[in-house]
């Protein structure tokens, strides 16, 4: 076939197509229908979404039940001891007080010694009256009966110092009737006079006697003269009152 014979049918397309509607984009004409396609792989996981918004406060609940009481705990440790803290202020003076009684300690002394008329022999049992007053201010011995009477509480030395002449001499320290200390001394007819000492401590109580006591009857060598003395004395050591700041 010519050209000029095919020049009628190309004219006829063009003018088909021309006169035709436009086919969708990616929509091709087919005369046959295909198989599906194999499904593509998963996509991507997309971004996290934004918060949601706060929903609204629930409903307030019955109170429950009262639990059981739980058991006690032990104590725990002591906790470690803080820091001394700072030192308070200075407290104000107070009031000054009255004014106290002065203290006084107690007293008690005494000294005696025989006289010349009371060397003549003695009887035992008796009471030797140091009839010669030296000291005796609180007024505790008698020199009538020769004992010492306690008025202060406390503890008492006592000391006897005789001189034996013309016969041995002994005699004890009585306290109350009880004797507390014995003293000896023999004379052997020797010129001159021989000396005996002897003393003790005895705790008293007020109303208490001391004195000394001949022991036998032939031991009376109790002497005193001008040159020579025989002496009792006696004195607080120290009292038993400590209830008073005061003592006569």
Known sequence: MTSLQTWPLSLLLVIAVHCSNPLEDNKIPSLCTGS??????????????????????GRDAPPGEKGERGERAEPGQP???????DRGDLGEKGEKGTAG??????????????SEARTAPMAVGEAVRFDK???????DYNP??????????????????????????????????????SYFQIFG???????LSGGSLVHLIPGDQVWVQMAMN???GFYSSSKTDSTFTGFLVYSDWKNSAVFA
């Open 36 to 57: 599906p396609g194999i499904p593509g792989s998963p996509g991507l996981h997309g971004s996290p979404g934004q918060p949601g918004r706060d929903g609204r406060d």
């Open 79 to 85: 906790g470690i001891r803080g820091l001394m803290g």
């Open 101 to 114: 009684e002065c203290a006084v300690a107690p007293k008690s002394a005494f000294s005696a010694k025989l």
């Open 133 to 139: 007053i030296g000291l005796n201010e609180q007024g």
């Open 144 to 181: 009538e009966t020769g004992r010492f009477t306690c008025r202060v509480p406390g503890v008492y030395y006592f000391a006897v110092h005789a001189t034996v002449y013309r016969s041995s001499l002994q005699f004890d320290l009585i306290k109350n009737g009880n004797t507390v200390a």
């Open 189 to 195: 007819n020797w010129s001159k006079p021989a000396s």
């Open 218 to 220: 032939e031991y009376t």
